[in-house]
């Protein structure tokens, strides 16, 4: 509302002196005297609540904008990045080198037949709850679709993403996710990898799976890097 009434206030005063400009242009000095302040009143009360009216307006369609763009770069259900927006802010980075992390939650469908789908729902937002809450606010955090999420950590050596990775890991084994006021383990598999460049993301991407496969096969909960 602050900048709604600077607005308002700033159309008013143009509106002031455009016509004072006016007048002085349209009138003789010795009219103008006399015109200045009924003029003057008779613009207030038109541009002050018109340019309020318009303010407002302003502020509501910037809301919209706002919201249009947070629904299209976040996933709905979780509030992660979408995979196109993940891809937009990976460019945008440039040529930083970064360590890429997948997670995939582990024995997803038997959670979601055993619960049910709004428990598996519950599941997916407490997951990027926990990544997101041990993750730097310039890390990257995107769901890529069902059950699997990715990481960028830029400015970190490969070495740190897999610490980063195995810190994760162990603060979804040590936080399960509460419904109907009973806890229930969420575990997933980590598969990390280095990202030189960013044309090199779509590598990484597939890195990092073949890493995050190796470590689903060789018992789930655990890092794998490739």
């Known amino acids: 509302m602050r900048d709604v009434r600077v607005f308002?206030?700033?159309?008013?005063?143009?509106?002031?002196?455009?016509?004072?400009?006016?007048?002085?242009l349209m009138y003789p000095a010795d009219v103008v005297g006399g015109l200045r302040f009924s003029g003057s009143i008779i613009t207030v009360a038109l541009a002050l609540p018109i340019s309020f009216f318009v303010g407002l307006r302003l502020r509501d369609?910037?809301?919209?904008?706002?919201s249009l763009e947070a629904a299209r770069d976040r996933d709905p259900l979780t509030g992660a990045l979408t995979r196109p927006a993940f891809h937009r802010c990976a460019a945008e980075m440039g040529g930083v080198p970064a360590t890429l992390?997948?997670?995939?939650?582990?024995?997803?469908?038997?959670?979601n037949d055993?619960?049910?789908h709004l428990a598996g729902d519950a599941a997916l937002r407490h997951v990027v709850e926990v990544l997101g809450r041990n993750s730097r606010k310039e890390d990257l955090l995107a769901r890529f679709g069902g059950e699997e999420f990715l990481m960028l950590l830029p400015g970190t050596t490969p070495g740190e993403g897999q610490?980063?990775?195995?810190?994760?890991c162990a603060r979804l084994r040590n936080n399960p996710v509460l419904i109907d006021g009973?806890?229930?383990p969420v575990t997933a598999s980590f598969g990390v990898t280095e990202v030189k460049t960013a044309q090199d993301l779509g590598a990484a991407i597939g890195r990092a799976d073949a890493a995050l496969y190796?470590?689903?096969?060789?018992?789930?909960?655990?890092?794998?890097?490739?």
């Open 114 to 116: 055993r619960l049910g």
């Open 182 to 184: 009973a806890e229930h």
């Open 101 to 111: 992390i997948v997670a995939d939650i582990d024995h997803f469908k038997g959670f």
């Open 214 to 226: 190796a470590a689903k096969r060789g018992g789930r909960d655990r890092v794998c890097k490739g």
């Open 8 to 24: 308002a206030a700033a159309i008013t005063a143009v509106a002031l002196a455009g016509n004072f400009a006016l007048q002085s």
């Open 61 to 66: 369609i910037y809301r919209l904008t706002v």
């Open 163 to 168: 610490r980063v990775a195995e810190r994760l």
